[in-house]
């Protein structure tokens, strides 16, 4: 089945280590999105990419890193930059040229600073 | 600056009609959708406005009005499994498909 595939669902980390969150779509979808989710707030985009090796900052970019070397996969780091990284992380793909670019999502990695 | 603004919670009645309504101010309006999120589970798409009106699917409907920033998700003969958190996105950025989203209304449904 065509999906969106994140993993790990649940990851515990130390202060000061960086950690890699997976993204996998076989939708054949162009643009692939990483999104953060706290309580009490919405969805806050931190990076995007429209095509493959190119990427660009969302609002909250700081501490994290993407790369998109191939079309089905966009992965995040965490770096120990970031000061707050607890948090949901949703990743996110659309087709371009989409009639309404509905966005497709994943299931969400669950990150834990200890 | 781009904002939206939704009702924390509600709560309503197995079988009755809710209505979740849904303000915004931004720039650059592309388009108004409403997810449905469970608890620690992916938002599912459930309706696109972008033109003034009221889109109808199934039991679920969305209204849009661009004029007064205003838009609202009507859920009918309401159902257990509607409970879950009703999440207002707003596309801007013209050509890219950045949306940003509203904190959501988490819906209880009691019996």
């Known amino acids: 089945d065509g999906g969106i595939t994140q993993s790990p669902k649940y990851l515990f980390r130390k202060e000061g280590q960086n950690v890699t969150l997976s993204c996998e779509q076989n939708?054949?979808?162009?643009?692939m999105y990483w999104y953060r989710q706290d309580p009490g707030q919405g969805l806050r985009l931190i990076y995007y990419s429209q095509i493959v090796n190119d990427f660009q900052k969302g609002d909250i970019a700081e501490g994290y890193s993407v790369s998109r070397e191939k079309k089905e996969s966009f992965p995040l780091t965490v770096t120990s930059a970031q000061k707050n990284p607890t948090a949901f992380y949703l990743c996110?793909?659309?087709?371009?040229?989409?009639?309404?670019?509905?966005?497709?999502f994943g299931e969400g990695s669950r990150l834990t600073v200890l | 600056g781009q904002n939206i603004d939704q009702p924390t919670e509600m709560t309503a009645t197995e079988g009755a009609i809710v209505q979740i309504n849904c303000t915004y101010q931004t720039s650059g309006f592309n388009g108004l959708f409403w997810y449905q999120q469970h608890a620690g589970e992916a938002p599912t798409f459930l309706s696109y406005?972008?033109?003034?009106g009221l889109e109808e699917k199934g039991r679920f409907s969305s209204f849009l009005s661009r004029s007064k920033g205003y838009s609202y998700l009507l859920l009918k003969e309401l159902q257990m499994k509607d409970s879950a958190s009703y999440l207002c996105?707003?596309?801007?950025?013209?050509?890219?498909?950045?949306?940003?989203f509203g904190t959501g209304t988490l819906l209880a449904v009691q019996p």
């Open positions: 406005n972008v033109l003034d």
């Open positions: 996105a707003v596309r801007y950025g013209g050509a890219t498909n950045k949306l940003i």
């Open positions: 939708l054949n979808h162009d643009a």
């Open positions: 996110a793909s659309s087709p371009s040229g989409g009639l309404t670019g509905e966005l497709f």
